[in-house]
């Protein structure tokens, strides 16, 4: 063990609150992304009883956790009294633990996979961490000092990719309103004309994956929705299924052919990106495929942005259950602006400007959660001793 670490239970370091008294009414929550909120800040309707008696008090710093989301990490540090349904339970850190230092401590994948091996329940709709059983968990602690000294270090980064997420909002505005503008230069232009969709290109939908083409002679990767983001492809996960001759005919990829996503959520239904990866690729039927036969197919993106940013898309599909279809027929009838070759390339090189400029600024969040997680996985098990000044 790590020089001045030591091994203890959860029990030990975090102790069962259990009052009632109700000093302060204000009803918190537990989010696996925000921690410790108060519900009205939560965006979720109040379900709680009318009658709270049963509820349990929260005090500043305490550790408050999701008895049946455990197994998932979700679990925060109050910043405020208030109280809390008996669906959650409430922990007091004891002398010499940081709660601050909890808050990243207990999202440690390596601990959580622990929560997940204790909770009890016959499906994960009933999965619960008992503090009986959470109090028994085993982990190192560093001494008090280097505890604050890791807040620092993560808080810092944390404060970075916050400094970062607020540049892409901006830049996100500029972009929204290139869009605008050069929208609106296109339906003024009278040299624009309208057309379907299907008119200005091929509309085609992909290859439908079944059990049979798990396997056979002609095995070919292909993309699907998880493959298709705003503006680019992420070639890192690809599947493959066997292509007949004919059906690669059909399906295979050239650069140019944009790429939509036909099966998503409502907002992100028609998501799309220019195909830039290597010959020999297709396609499945959770996207559409529409390759330009009289515009530009970067214009031809823009126009397809604008119309996912604004809501053309959400408003012609088809939601079933939890998934809205963007359906090649709908698609294909929307009516499509063509302006002039030259105003053309003038909307494509603004919009090229304004994402690459975002393009740049997600590039460092990447960055930064990645050096997160190293920074995370390296201090959380003492692989790398944080400098504690005296």
């Not at 010499?96 to 499906?123: C, E, M, T």
Request: glycine letters at 8%; proline letters at 4%; charged letters at 25%.
């Amino acid at each position: 063990m790590r020089e001045g670490w030591r091994r203890v239970t959860l029990g030990e370091i975090l102790k069962l609150r259990s009052e009632r008294t109700h000093s302060v009414d204000t009803l918190l929550s537990v989010t696996a992304d925000r921690g410790v909120i108060r519900q009205s800040e939560s965006g979720r309707r109040d379900s709680s009883s009318a009658d709270k008696s049963l509820y349990w008090d929260v005090h500043p710093g305490d550790v408050v956790y999701n008895t049946m989301r455990m197994w998932q990490g979700v679990s925060g540090v109050a910043g405020e009294p208030g109280i809390v349904s008996p669906a959650y339970t409430v922990c007091e850190p004891v002398v010499g633990v940081s709660s601050k230092f909890l808050r990243w401590f207990l999202k440690d994948p390596r601990l959580v996979q622990k929560f997940f091996s204790r909770s009890q329940g016959l499906v994960s709709d009933t999965w619960n961490l008992k503090y009986s059983e959470f109090k028994k968990i085993e982990v190192d602690l560093p001494p008090l000092a280097e505890q604050c000294r890791i807040v620092e270090v993560l808080d810092e980064v944390d404060a970075q990719i916050h400094r970062v997420n607020v540049e892409t909002e901006k830049l996100s505005k500029i972009l929204h309103g290139v869009q605008r503008h050069a929208m609106r230069a296109i339906e003024s232009d009278p040299g624009t004309v309208r057309q379907l969709v299907k008119n200005v290109g091929e509309v085609k939908l992909g290859r439908q994956r079944s059990p049979e083409h798990s396997e056979g002679e002609f095995m070919s990767p292909y993309l699907r929705v998880a493959n298709v983001f705003d503006g680019y492809i992420d070639y890192s996960d690809v599947l493959s299924m066997n292509f007949s001759p004919s059906e690669q005919e059909r399906y295979e990829l050239q650069h140019g052919d944009i790429l939509l996503n036909e099966g998503q959520s409502l907002e992100l239904v028609g998501r799309c990106a220019l195909y830039d990866g290597p010959p020999g690729m297709f396609f499945q039927n959770t996207l559409v495929r529409f390759r330009s036969s009289t515009v530009r197919p970067e214009f031809a993106r823009f126009v397809f942005k604008c119309w996912l940013d604004t809501g053309v898309f959400a408003e012609i599909a088809k939601k079933t259950t939890s998934i809205a279809h963007l359906g090649a027929d709908r698609f294909g009838s929307l009516e499509f602006p063509v302006p002039g070759e030259e105003l053309q390339l003038r909307t494509v090189a603004a919009l090229k400007e304004a994402e690459g400029a975002i393009r740049h600024v997600d590039q460092e969040t990447v960055k930064l959660k990645k050096l997160k997680r190293a920074i995370l996985d390296d201090v959380l098990t003492g692989q790398i001793r944080v400098p504690v000044t005296a």
